[in-house]
């Protein structure tokens, strides 16, 4: 994709070009500063991802971007344009940061897609810092919010582009040095705010589009390396999980899901509207925070990501952890399991696969310089080997272990020690993930042959690694049989998966089948929640 930028020249309107220019320029500078972004990162979680999250969704922003100037001839329109800027950012927010800034965007193009002059960019970025803080339950100052509404607020009078842009921008810079002394937690790190820091950047990015001059530095000279996080630090007192998703939902629903989620968690925000949301919650119950969006409407491209897990990957000093997890794990309960056990999940639904995007985000979530990749399912394997190798040209030493099921995810990550050498780890993992054998339930949607005869729509096919082996009418008959099969030829530990919508009972029924038959075999059941299979199983 084209990176090219705008010609150095002071503007008098922004047209597609330029907004073009300006997702470009935001990138990069969001790239070089994100390193330091991510070490001054301590509210409202010192997990060091700032600059991470806000860089990502920038990208979105960008590669929406160049898709629309590839598929218009000879050139888009600027209005198409600023909503394909924010509609990306939707889509690739990341964090709590980037998922405010794709809403100032959202709020931005609402305005610039009927002018892009100074006085319509004044009204822009009074729209984008009035509805990133309706998007927010509840404001802080010392934020990115403020630093948003102080650049609205320096630009108000309107005038000519060029001097709006300043304005916004000196007034932004100003804020952002005050922000130290308006939280706590910041003062007592000495820092500014993480978030409202990137945002002086993209408005910088902007001064820089219109003007052909480098802006001013965003402010003071701050320590390079992260100070130790406070005593009172959320990281240790707050929410154990960061939830994000899209979804598809109405207005009214989303009102009803805001105060459910305000009522199981904080730092809630939730942006976007026409349909498409994305949200974003800090939780102790991330399944809860996921079944509330479930009820909502249709959640995709869900994010788990356990605090403990991400602060201990930033380290003290900012500096990337030495080895992590990235699990890719169907069901909301799986993703909670191996967060709690250290990984970096990536969620999937039924028919959907993620995308090697959000495998690539996931390894860089990850802050770790080694990442030992799980995709836990066969299809998924190129993909996994793609994202692998854009991690490893990153400067990420990555080990793509070839899982293909989420019971042998499970089993790798249960012997894995990241202190260790890492060959040592990777060929520990492995073997524990090829010493499982793996199976699973499944319903038939339509009449179909299979390599055990035809089925019936609404059959329950047992697949033995991969393989349709047993098909039959009832759940617990066909996993007893699975399970029977897969035992003839041995086994110590029995894995059982089951999803909430399964039959009652299903699980405490095969536990006891498993003793009854097989003296010398262990069962341990794991539940994983909604949008799995009804049944994984797994046999070392």
């Known amino acids: 994709m084209s990176r090219a930028l705008h010609p150095f020249e002071e503007l008098v309107e922004l047209d597609a070009e330029a907004v073009r220019s300006w997702c470009a320029r935001s990138l990069d500078a969001l790239g070089r500063e994100r390193e330091e972004i991510d070490a001054i990162n301590v509210y409202p979680v010192a997990d060091g991802d700032t600059g991470t999250n806000l860089y990502l969704t920038a990208e979105a922003a960008?590669?929406?971007?160049?898709?629309?100037?590839?598929?218009?001839?000879?050139?888009?329109?600027?209005?198409?344009?600023?909503?394909?800027?924010?509609?990306?950012?939707?889509?690739?927010?990341?964090?709590?940061?980037?998922?405010?800034?794709?809403q100032l965007l959202r709020g931005m193009a609402g305005v610039l897609a009927d002018g892009c002059d100074g006085d319509h960019l004044a009204r822009a970025l009074g729209e984008a810092a009035s509805a990133a803080r309706r998007a927010v339950a509840h404001p802080v100052e010392g934020t990115i919010l403020t630093v948003a509404s102080a650049a609205a607020g320096a630009c108000a009078a309107g005038g000519g582009l060029?001097?709006?842009?300043?304005?916004?921008?000196?007034?932004?810079?100003?804020?952002?040095?005050?922000?130290?002394?308006?939280?706590?937690?910041?003062?007592?790190?000495?820092?500014?705010?993480?978030?409202?820091?990137?945002?002086?950047?993209?408005?910088?990015?902007?001064?820089?589009?219109?003007?052909?001059?480098?802006?001013?530095?965003?402010?003071?000279?701050?320590?390079?390396?992260?100070?130790?996080p406070p005593e009172d630090c959320p990281a240790e007192d707050g929410p154990a999980y960061e939830v994000i998703y899209l979804l598809e939902a109405g207005d009214e629903a989303v009102e009803l899901l805001r105060s459910r989620l305000d009522a199981l968690g904080e730092s809630l925000v939730v942006v976007g509207g026409d349909g498409l949301w994305n949200v974003h919650v800090h939780v102790d119950d991330a399944g809860?925070?996921?079944?509330?969006?479930?009820?909502?409407?249709?959640?995709?491209?869900?994010?788990?990501?356990?605090?403990?897990?991400?602060s201990a990957a930033a380290s003290a000093r900012g500096e990337r952890a030495q080895r992590a997890v990235v699990a890719v794990v169907p069901g909301e309960g799986l993703a909670g399991l191996c967060a709690e056990a250290g990984a970096t999940t990536v969620r999937t639904l039924p028919g959907e696969q993620p995308a090697g995007d959000e495998l690539l985000d996931a390894i860089r979530r990850a802050h770790a310089r080694e990442v030992v990749l799980l995709p836990n399912d066969t299809d998924l394997r190129q993909t996994a080997a793609a994202a692998a190798e854009r991690?490893?040209?990153?400067?990420?030493?990555?080990?793509?272990?070839?899982?293909?099921?989420?019971?042998?995810?499970?089993?790798?990550?249960?012997?894995?020690?990241?202190?260790?050498?890492?060959?040592?780890?990777?060929?520990?993992?492995?073997?524990?993930?090829?010493?499982?054998?793996?199976?699973?339930?499944?319903?038939?949607?339509?009449q179909s042959f299979t390599s055990a005869g035809v089925c019936q729509a609404g059959d329950i096919l047992g697949l033995i690694e991969g393989d349709v082996a047993v098909i039959g009418t009832d759940l617990a008959d066909t996993a007893r049989t699975v399970l029977d099969r897969m035992l003839s030829a041995g086994g110590e530990l029995v894995t059982l998966v089951v999803a909430d919508d399964a039959p009652p009972g299903l699980?405490?029924?095969?536990?006891?089948?498993?003793?009854?038959?097989?003296?010398?075999?262990?069962?341990?059941?794991?539940?994983?929640?909604?949008?799995?299979p009804p049944l994984l199983i797994g046999v070392e």
Request: hydrophobic share 45%; aromatic share 2%; glycine share 10%.
């Open 62 to 102: 960008h590669q929406a971007v160049e898709a629309v100037f590839a598929a218009s001839a000879p050139t888009p329109d600027t209005a198409e344009t600023v909503r394909a800027m924010a509609h990306g950012a939707l889509l690739g927010a990341r964090g709590n940061s980037g998922t405010i800034l794709s």
């Open 288 to 310: 809860a925070a996921v079944e509330a969006g479930v009820e909502a409407g249709r959640p995709h491209r869900i994010r788990i990501t356990h605090f403990a897990a991400a």
């Open 391 to 446: 991690a490893r040209a990153e400067g990420i030493r990555v080990a793509l272990i070839p899982t293909r099921a989420a019971v042998q995810g499970i089993a790798a990550l249960a012997v894995h020690e990241p202190d260790r050498r890492f060959d040592e780890d990777v060929v520990a993992m492995t073997a524990a993930a090829g010493a499982t054998r793996y199976a699973e339930l499944a319903v038939a949607e339509r």
């Open 162 to 228: 060029v001097d709006v842009a300043r304005n916004a921008h000196d007034g932004a810079r100003t804020a952002l040095a005050a922000t130290s002394g308006q939280l706590d937690v910041l003062e007592r790190a000495g820092v500014v705010d993480a978030g409202g820091r990137g945002l002086v950047t993209v408005l910088g990015a902007l001064l820089e589009t219109v003007t052909g001059q480098a802006p001013p530095p965003a402010g003071p000279v701050l320590p390079r390396s992260t100070p130790e």
């Open 507 to 532: 699980a405490p029924d095969l536990e006891a089948h498993v003793r009854r038959g097989y003296l010398a075999v262990d069962t341990t059941t794991y539940h994983a929640g909604t949008g799995a």
